[in-house]
C-alpha cells in the first residue's frame, strides 16, 4: 500500500533528477517524489529511457508531463506506466515563455475543456497509474476566487481526477520572469484551504513557498498533503524527521554518517556501471552541496564538491573525504 501524499517533493525542473531522488529517498521512506517536468514530445519522439530511467526503491514517485495535445500526452503516458512510475502528473502550472510557447503549463488554465480531455486521454492510456494535476490558483492579476473553483469543479465533472495540487501563487504569463512568479505574486493559501472545504471529498495538495516543518504542520490542519519546493532542495535534511512527524514512522531516521556512506555507494555504483551513459560525478554531487546546510564545515563540504579540479577524475572517494574533513573541522 503506497504512502499518503501527506508530503511531497515539487518537481523542479533540472533539480529533482534521479540522482536528487535517490538522495531525498535516502532520508525520507514515505515522502511522494516527483521528476522534473518532461515535455511529452521528448517521451514520444526522444530516447525513453533517457528521460524515464528511475533508481530501484524511489517509489513512491510520480512523473510530471508537459504537453497539450491529448494524443500526445496519451502515448506518453503510456509510455511512463511502463516504467513504473505510481502516478502521472499534469502541469499546469509553469508560466515560463518556453513552456507557453508550447501552449502548455499555467496558460492551459484558460481552456478547462482542453485540460480535461488531457487527463481523460492519459487516463485512458495508462490505467494503472493515477493521474493528478498541478496548478496555480488563477492567471496573471486576476484576485477573484470564483475562477478557481470553477476551474475545478469542471474538472470534476467531466474527468475521474481527484488529486489537485495547487500552487497558492497566481501566474502572471507576461511580465515577470519563472524566478519571479515564484516570489511576487502573493500567496493566497486561504484560496487552497476553501478549495479543501468546497469539494471535501477530493485530495488537496498546497504548494508554494513552505520552508519549515511548524509551517507544514499548520497547512495540514487544512489540507490533504503539503508539497515542498526549493527549500527540500537547499536544505535537504528538513526531510530527515517528516517520517516520525508526518506518517508515525518508528523505525530509526537516518543521519549523517549513514547518508554520506549510502551517497557514496551509490555514486560508485553508477560510476561503474552507467560511465558508458555518460553519468560523471558532478551529476551526482551537484544536488549534494546543502546537505551539510547548518553544521560546522558546511562550508568545506560545499566547496570540495563543486571544485572542478577535485571533480575531473570522478572518484567516488571525494564523497568521503568532504565527509572526512566536516569531522575534523568539528572536532578540532
Known sequence: MKPKRTLSIAPMLDWTDRHYRHMARQITRHTWLYTEMINAGAVIYGDPDRFLRKNDGE?????QLGGSEPADLARAAKKVAQYGYDEINLNCGCPSPRVQKGAFGACLM???????DCLNAMQDAAPMCEIT????????KQTEYQPLEDFVGTLVAKTTCKTFIVHARNAWLQGLSPKENRDIPPLRYDYVYRLKHTFPELEIIINGGIKTNAEIAEHLQHVDGVMIGREAYHNPMLMQH???????ETLPETNYEILVHALYDYAKTQLNTNAQNGVILRHMVRHYLGLMHGLNGAKIWRRMLSDAKLLRNNRA???????ENIQNSTTA
Open 59 to 63: 517509489n513512491p514517485v510520480a512523473l
Open 110 to 116: 484558460k481552456e478547462v475543456d482542453l485540460v480535461a
Open 133 to 140: 494535476i498541478k496548478h496555480r490558483i488563477g492567471l496573471d
Open 242 to 248: 517528516w517520517d516520525k512527524l508526518f506518517y508515525g
Open 317 to 323: 572517494e571525494l564523497i568521503l573525504e568532504a565527509w
